[in-house]
């Protein structure tokens, strides 16, 4: 069963309010998604284990903490999870990137795959899967699939906004996948869109609407 984390932090949901709101150019849309998925890297990344090491600092020896084991996988959903995939890396430079590319049939409201490229060693790594919206789920159970059937065994979800129907959908495809938001919403509209939400995610980042 997957669990669900919704980030409550007071400068997460001040910064999704800005994001939300339809009055937001792309350039502040842009930045303010950028810095929320930094903020969401930075608690999502809580349960990475430690090592110790030894290092000399100007006054002597320091017992000091690194992160242990591979480094971590960072997959965004083409193309609305490249809008996070800065912020993440910020936190988190040696990270790896791969993409999945998946478009939605505006007449089926189904996921088509065109691109797939991950890091090397798959199945050592563990992956956070980033787009900003879980609307129906679709898009984000097909990329992880996709990034399963080539080895992957450790995987998070990241969003920013989610529906209760695409949360649930995820849960019966990928039950081992935890989810982590900044925001659960009411519902989906008939046109698949989350409702309050904040529109399509990859228009207002690239401004293409
Ligand atoms: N999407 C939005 N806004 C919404 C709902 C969906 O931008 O309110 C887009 C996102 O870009 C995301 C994809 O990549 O649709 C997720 O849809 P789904 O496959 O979860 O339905």
Wanted: negative net charge; proline residues 6%; contains cysteine.
């Amino acid at each position: 069963m997957s669990k669900v984390f919704v980030f409550d932090h007071p400068l997460i949901q001040h910064k999704l309010s800005y994001i939300r709101d339809k009055q937001t150019g792309t350039k502040e849309f842009r930045e303010l998604v950028e810095e929320v998925a930094a903020l969401m890297a930075f608690e999502i990344t809580r349960d990475l284990s430690l090592e110790e090491t030894t290092v000399e600092t100007p006054v002597g020896p320091a017992v000091a903490n690194r992160i242990a084991g591979k480094k971590l996988g960072v997959v965004p959903i083409l193309r609305a999870g490249l809008g996070m995939t800065d912020g993440i890396l910020r936190m988190i430079p040696a990270a790896k990137v791969g993409h999945v590319g998946l478009y939605r049939d505006p007449e089926t409201l189904k996921p088509v795959e065109y691109y797939v490229k991950l890091p090397n060693d798959v199945e050592e790594r563990d992956f956070i899967v980033i787009d900003p919206m879980l609307a129906t789920g679709g898009s984000a159970i097909d990329a992880i699939a996709s990034i399963k059937k080539r080895g992957a065994t450790n995987i998070k979800l990241m969003c920013l906004v989610a529906a209760p129907e695409g949360v649930k959908a995820l849960n019966e495809a990928h039950p081992d996948v935890d989810v982590y938001l900044a925001a659960m919403d009411e519902k989906l509209d008939d046109h698949g869109y989350i409702v309050p939400g904040l529109g399509d995610a990859g228009d207002r980042l690239f401004g293409t609407k």
